[in-house]
């Protein structure tokens, strides 16, 4: 059967090294529907500020049939600003409905050292400085797209082991979503296995937030499209 779920959270964790200016992200709540095989889900994506200073980066997901909830995922990265860099502290994945699975990723950065738990087993993963994990790695990404950058690569925890992933920003051009026309920068991840492509298109106006997605996995695509969204309390509108 095909796993919806395991198609559309990747590119959710799509969209960030380190910030190479000084400069908090801004918070925002995101709005998506999306399609993938004939399923339509709904999706939201946040970042906040919490009562510690620490900023939330969360992910969830819903696929209903007939009325029936047929998988809920949520994720979750709490991290923290410091010397001009990230420093994620705890990543927890939590899929509920036909099938059950946990991961979670606690950071130790005073001993640079992760225990990353999935369902049953555990790992101890060594850090580097700019070690991240699947939803905190966005925020890298999209600060290196807004610094310029154009290639990118970040080291991502991967259950038991730290995988290497590569980012390409292509063009800029305006891209017609459900809500309306946006300037945006087309981004694609750069894989050894040609049956499977993923292109995104982020904002330019609106903090380079993701508006748009295109996922190809051995000829099933999957879309994903903005309905809306918030930005440091501003409503996202399209061009005029």
């Not at 529907?33 to 906040?48: D, E, F, H, V």
């Not at 330019?204 to 000829?219: A, K, Y």
Request: charged content about 20%.
């Amino acid at each position: 059967m095909f796993s919806f779920s395991r198609a559309i959270i990747p590119v959710l964790t799509l969209v960030s090294a380190s910030f190479s200016v000084a400069q908090a992200p801004s918070q925002y709540s995101l709005d998506y529907r999306a399609n993938a095989n004939g399923i339509a889900a709904k999706a939201n994506r946040s970042l906040t500020l919490q009562v510690n200073q620490s900023l939330q980066l969360s992910n969830t997901l819903e696929v209903d049939l007939g009325g029936q909830l047929v998988a809920r995922i949520e994720q979750i990265s709490i991290f923290e600003f410091i010397d001009n860099q990230f420093k994620p502290t705890v990543y927890s994945y939590q899929q509920t409905g036909l099938s059950q699975e946990t991961q979670t990723v606690d950071y130790n950065w005073g001993t640079l050292v992760a225990i990353s738990t999935g369902d049953d087993e555990s790992w101890t993963i060594e850090l580097s400085s700019n070690t991240f994990d699947q939803l905190s790695h966005q925020l890298a990404l999209r600060q290196a797209l807004m610094n310029g950058t154009t290639n990118i690569e970040l080291a991502v925890i991967d259950e038991d082991k730290i995988e290497i992933y590569r980012y390409r920003a292509i063009n800029e051009e305006v891209i017609n979503t459900p809500l309306g026309a946006f300037n945006s920068t087309v981004v694609e991840r750069i894989r050894n296995d040609e049956d499977r492509s993923t292109i995104f298109w982020l904002a330019n106006d609106w903090e380079f937030v993701l508006i748009r997605m295109e996922q190809t996995n051995s000829g099933l695509t999957t879309v994903l499209e903005l309905d809306e969204g918030i930005v440091e309390g501003v409503p996202i509108v399209p061009l005029n």
